[in-house]
């Protein structure tokens, strides 16, 4: 059986399979509970680097981002 992704993780889908958007909201008991990130994924280097992530809207303030 496989396992199902998080209702916390969207993905909008478009003709990009290279460059993704995707939506993540924070969940209970963590510093972001109920908040909404639009994140940008790029693996157009995929194979010669790691992809690249970028936050579309505001930017969490946390030491490790």
Avoid at 3 to 26: E, Y
Wanted: aromatic share 10%; charged share 15%.
């Amino acid at each position: 059986m496989a396992a199902q992704p998080s209702a916390r993780f969207k993905h909008k889908v478009s003709d990009n399979l290279q460059r993704w958007v995707i939506k993540v909201t924070g969940t209970a008991g963590t510093l972001y509970p109920g908040k909404s990130y639009q994140l940008l994924v790029d693996f157009a280097e995929l194979l010669m680097e790691t992809p690249q992530v970028v936050f579309l809207n505001v930017v969490l303030m946390h030491p490790h981002l």
